[in-house]
């Protein structure tokens, strides 16, 4: 099985990176989530779309991460396998042939949300999520308001359904960094989104 046999050419796609730094996960909080008056918002794996469709999934992971973190990612790595996300939640293993550097996850979202140039559209949307490396801290940069740090015992959490405030998963161990003079409420509910999915099942196992 080939990646062009789930996005073609012409197919709404991107990438993500699943990122550890010190025993944390990394996520991001995207400044988009904070342009509407809120009380939750998403937490997304570090990544973007491809510029156009000649530009490679691990090239565009790449040049995401260096614009969203800064320029700390050493390299991507090879995942052990591969896992599709189906639109109704459920993984399957795929086996792909072509990709030098095999992706840990495909995901087909078919839901989007209310931002970006999906926000209309009924159109799949494919994300391919790289492991990458990290050299040194990631800083939020560019679009990026926050990063956000959980470990595997906040990620049990989420998965077992606690809906908690930035404030008390700051009290449970979590880290913040924000760009700037940026700051969200304390109050603000964090919602699991995208590549957290497969860690908060992976904690599970």
Not at 112 to 129: C, E, I, R, T
Request: aromatic fraction near 8%; include cysteine.
């Amino acid at each position: 099985m080939r990646l062009s046999d789930f996005i073609q050419s012409t197919t709404a796609a991107g990438t993500a990176l699943f990122l550890r730094w010190e025993g944390y996960h990394v996520f991001s909080i995207p400044k988009r989530e904070l342009l509407l008056p809120f009380d939750r918002v998403r937490l997304f794996g570090v990544g973007g779309k491809r510029q156009n469709c000649s530009e490679s999934f691990a090239a565009c992971a790449l040049r995401e991460g260096r614009e969203e973190i800064g320029n700390v990612i050493n390299s991507l790595t090879s995942a052990q396998s591969t896992l599709f996300l189906h639109p109704d939640g459920t993984f399957e293993c795929v086996n792909l042939l072509d990709e030098l550097i095999r992706p840990r996850l495909i995901w087909e979202k078919r839901t989007h949300s209310d931002h970006g140039s999906m926000a209309d559209s009924k159109q799949a949307y494919y994300l391919v999520a790289f492991n990458a490396e990290l050299g040194a801290k990631p800083q939020p940069c560019n679009e990026i308001a926050a990063l956000v740090y959980l470990n595997d015992d906040h990620l049990s959490q989420m998965r077992a359904g606690e809906s908690l405030s930035l404030k008390e998963w700051i009290g449970r161990g979590a880290k913040l960094d924000y760009q700037g003079d940026i700051s969200i409420p304390e109050s603000t509910i964090l919602v699991p989104h995208g590549t957290i999915f497969l860690l908060m099942q992976e904690c599970a196992d």
